[in-house]
């Protein structure tokens, strides 16, 4: 066996034969001369999934962030240049990924290369010939190196600035149209007499420090600017984090952009141009007189790109699209040049450091909004204090070192985002309902499926993928793939006294949370204790009921009607987790979290029908706060917990379920807590995550088997339930 060179989880990228794309996660093994992936780590003689011999002609072509589903992948092709056919499309979640595997492929065809070259060196040294009759000397094709070998220049193609486009793109660097403001130092080599370089050359001086950072002002050598001009601004300051890091966050337009971006909203990815760029929604959220000023939203191209340096450029400039009209009750402001520069420092006492500038030039557009100055100078400085947010975010955390997630965006559609003539606004008419709806597609939606064999030997090259017939696109998108058809499982059967209502504000009801709120330990978290975003759920949750009684009410599964009932019926297995209050009323918070079936030999399956003491040591609970007071917040916190040590738990294994009966009575630090916010639970809003800890190297990375957000509950709104004589216990 070949000496393996880089090994690992990554996900193969590629469309099916309708066009659509499609995900999965595959173990690659890169050795001296061959790529392959598996569908599991290999074991034996396990024979690869598919293969690729890397030779001189093999390439890798940088194809940036990728959207499939919502979630975002930093895409690899590898391919052998005399069949551009025969290629492995691969991507990472994370930057730094990418670029170690792009690192060890291209070192592994320069080692290629460097042995043909020095095989054909050798044969024609060892040729003995007349010089006199060389010039009528002829060698055979299959003697000689193609033409297009680049013997002499063998990482021409290959050694390029990510995104600069020698390989992913038809030009240098960024679309035309987009000033790049991180090259204005090589002003004196610009056409000079461009009119759109009239404000190109910029001259900064400080005009304050604050929080940390240094704000410079644009000079301009001009005698005369018109009033709707704006000078541009930005923020230079230095964080303690990883370049790939920081980048991460920036790119970001999901929760985590909150907790350090106090001018964020929310956003969304209106059109992926390449895997470079991409035109983006983005809603400000700006505190000048908000009850006087309307809010602002912006419509604009994001272009990206890594230099040889380590270092990553972001370019913002306002864009319009047909599918990013106006919209009601915002006013449109404009971006003329912005962005973000990232740059790598000498590490200080072992911790990386990194220079990040940011840059706004932005017109926030309006009626007689030009005449008040303070309001422009407020919201910019609002904006270019996103840097503090990312050194303080950085400061305040332990996994400083972490690789960075890319980031998850929402597509949006057309529909709701297109402000039409005939439009009229209507109460409730807001991008926050197609959103909502983007993020239920994507709970429910197929990503990764490790045992499917579908379309392992069949990939269409990214290039050619326009080739793709409307009408095949068309039917792509009205037809459900079989696995996601067989998955699906019918709700219209299950019911429980406490309503599900998808809307924020509701109360007294339950809603499914986003997977990605919560964190679970990664494939590497042995080594290095990192935890990665939790994924897609391994049951879905059908029903919930909110009890009351007298006593204690144990073994609720068994009764007539109830979702674990109707789930058995139906040949599902249904996962009950039955949270016992006690009081002088007791309370029980039932939910039923229902699948097709269990697959064997999976940690679930092995919890599932293992016995109380492994169920003890390995059921998790990740309890969070989304809405309600500090002191409940930090009482409850967000620490995951193993309930069969903290609390009793009752194990009752079913035909076709499993129940869990947590009695939160059994542990006074619980019981503590459970008053505090017993008094106020009329005002929580409370996300909890099941789950089974994985442990070793085979479990990881952990599964959700499924979350749950609580709003607002009504202790009176709770049932008393039919359980009959014996089904309660003192």
């Known amino acids: 066996m070949s000496k393996v060179v880089h090994q690992g989880w990554l996900v193969r990228f590629g469309r099916r034969k309708i066009g659509r794309s499609f995900i999965r996660l595959r173990y690659f093994v890169l050795e001296s001369r061959l790529l392959a992936y598996y569908k599991r780590q290999p074991k034996d003689n396990m024979l690869p999934s598919k293969t690729l011999v890397i030779d001189g002609n093999c390439r890798v072509e940088d194809r940036g962030l990728k959207t499939h589903h919502g979630h975002m992948v930093y895409v690899l092709c590898v391919y052998n240049k005399k069949d551009k056919h025969h290629q492995i499309t691969m991507g990472a979640y994370t930057i730094q990924d ?12 320069d080692q290629q290369q460097d042995s043909l070259t020095a095989k054909h060196r050798k044969a024609f040294a060892s040729c003995d010939f007349d010089m006199d009759n060389v010039g009528n000397m002829s060698f055979s094709d299959h003697e000689s190196p193609p033409e297009d070998e680049e013997v002499n220049q063998p990482t021409l193609l290959r050694r390029t600035t990510i995104g600069n486009g020698l390989v992913s793109r038809m030009v240098i660097g960024p679309p ?45 050598e001009v005698d005369y600017l018109r009033r709707s001009y704006t000078r541009a601004m930005k923020a230079v300051g230095v964080v303690d984090a990883k370049c790939e890091a920081i980048f991460g966050l920036v790119m970001s337009m999901d929760g985590t952009r909150f907790e350090w971006d106090c001018s964020f909203h929310y956003g969304s990815l209106v059109e992926e141009v390449d895997g470079h760029t991409a035109i983006l929604y983005h809603r400000l959220q700006l505190d000048w007189l908000p009850m006087l000023v309307w809010p602002r939203d912006l419509c604009y191209v994001r272009y990206w790109r890594r230099n040889d340096d380590g270092s990553y450029v972001v370019l913002f400039q306002s864009r319009e699209h047909p ?9 449109r402001a404009h971006i003329e040049s912005g962005g973000f520069k990232i740059s790598p420092l000498k590490s200080r006492n072992g911790r990386p450091r990194t220079q990040v500038q940011h840059l706004m030039q932005i017109d926030l557009k309006g009626w007689g909004i ?10 910019l400085l609002q904006m270019l204090n996103s840097v503090a947010g990312l050194r303080e975010y ?24 297109s402000l039409k003539k005939d439009h009229k606004p209507q109460e409730g008419d807001s991008l926050t309902t197609s959103l909502d709806q983007a993020r239920a597609d994507n709970r429910t939606s197929v990503m990764l499926d490790e045992e499917s064999d579908e379309d392992d030997d069949y990939q269409i090259p990214e290039a050619n993928s326009d080739d793709v017939s409307a009408k095949a696109e068309t039917d792509a998108k009205q037809t459900v793939p079989e696995e996601e058809l067989e998955d699906q499982i019918d709700l219209s059967s299950f019911s429980g006294n406490l309503r599900r209502d998808d809307d924020d504000k509701s109360r007294n009801c339950w809603r499914v949370p986003d997977g990605k709120l919560f964190k679970v330990r990664s494939k590497n978290f042995p080594n290095d204790k990192s935890k990665i975003t939790a994924g897609k759920f391994l049951m879905e949750l059908v029903a919930v009921d909110w009890l009351k009684d007298s006593k204690r009410m144990d073994h609720v599964a068994r009764r007539q009607g109830c979702a674990a009932q109707v789930a058995s019926e139906k040949g599902l297995f249904c996962f009950v987790v039955n949270l016992q209050i006690p009081g002088s009323t ?22 599932v029908d293992g016995d109380d003491d492994f169920r003890n040591s390995r059921f998790k609970l990740i309890p969070s706060v989304s809405k309600g007071s500090w002191i409940v917040r930090q009482s409850v916190g967000s620490t995951p917990c193993l309930l069969g040590k ?3 738990s009752t194990y009752i294994r079913g035909a076709k379920y499993l129940e869990i009966d947590v009695d939160i009575g059994s542990s006074a630090v619980a019981n503590g807590v459970l008053g505090l916010v017993c008094g106020v639970v009329t005002t929580l809003v409370v996300d909890m995550a099941f789950l089974v800890q ?13 979350a749950i957000r609580l709003s607002h509950i009504e202790l009176s709104s709770a049932v008393v339930p039919d359980l009959g004589n014996n089904s309660s216990t003192e």
Not at 588 to 601: A, D, E, I, K, Q
């Open 323 to 331: 599918n990013c009209g106006p919209q009601p009750g915002f006013v």
């Open 176 to 220: 035309d149209s987009l000033h790049d403001w991180t090259k204005e130092h090589d002003f004196g080599l610009s056409n000079q007499n461009d009119a759109s370089q009239v404000y190109s050359r910029k001259h900064w001086r400080l005009v304050r420090c604050q929080n940390g950072l240094r704000i410079f002002e644009e000079l301009l």
């Open 98 to 109: 990418a670029m170690t595997w792009k690192e060890k492929i291209e070192l592994v065809i």
């Open 646 to 648: 903290a609390v009793d």
């Open 394 to 417: 950085f400061a305040q955390t332990d996994d400083i070192n972490a690789v960075p997630r890319i980031p998850v965006m929402l597509n949006m559609t057309t529909d709701s985002v």
């Open 586 to 607: 007791h309370y029980s918070m039932v939910f039923y979290f229902v699948t097709r079936h269990l697959r064997p030999g999976s940690l679930l399956q092995r919890f």
């Open 694 to 706: 994985a442990n070793t190297s085979d479990e990881l990375p952990e599964q959700l088997i499924g």
């Open 370 to 379: 030009n005449y008040f100055p303070s309001f422009q100078q407020h919201c």
